[in-house]
């Protein structure tokens, strides 16, 4: 049985202080990774203030850009009703897989055992005699 840290940390989820300052605020949906959103009260320019509660890591990547664009007030409703319903050719949304074991290597990186294919042979190296 380990020690649960949630309550003290930031970065894997809400601290207890997030959780009590979102009482009062209303619960406006959640995404397919777990991701619960907020609103309530006004910012200084007026407009309804924003939260996302993550659902694991506090990762800016894992939410998806329909949610992005109501968290950053380029829509004004929730995407499930501000947006068309998903096509069946869309694909999901990624979260940024940088420095994870998924990440991108192309042919020739070092984690992939550092060797790359020859050289066709239309380069040739300047030499200063040349």
């Known amino acids: 049985m380990g020690i649960n840290l949630n309550p003290f940390t930031w970065w894997n ?3 207890w202080g997030t ?10 949906g959640d995404d397919e990774l777990g991701n619960v959103y907020y609103q ?3 910012d ?4 309804p203030r924003r939260w996302v509660i993550y659902q694991g890591a506090n990762d800016a990547s894992r939410i998806s850009p329909e ?5 950053h007030h380029q829509i ?6 501000a947006f068309p319903p998903q096509r069946r050719w869309e694909k999901p949304a990624v979260p940024n897989l940088t420095g994870t074991a998924l990440a991108y290597r192309p042919p020739g990186a070092l ?3 550092g060797h790359r294919a020859a050289a066709t042979g239309d ?4 030499t200063p005699e040349g």
């Open 76 to 81: 004004d409703d929730v995407p499930d009703r």
């Open 19 to 28: 959780m009590v300052g979102l009482i009062g605020k209303e619960r406006v």
């Open 123 to 126: 380069y040739e190296a300047w």
């Open 67 to 71: 949610w992005f664009s109501w968290l």
């Open 44 to 47: 200084t320019n007026g407009n």
């Open 111 to 113: 984690e992939k055992g």
């Open 13 to 15: 989820g809400a601290t």
């Open 40 to 42: 309530g009260g006004k």
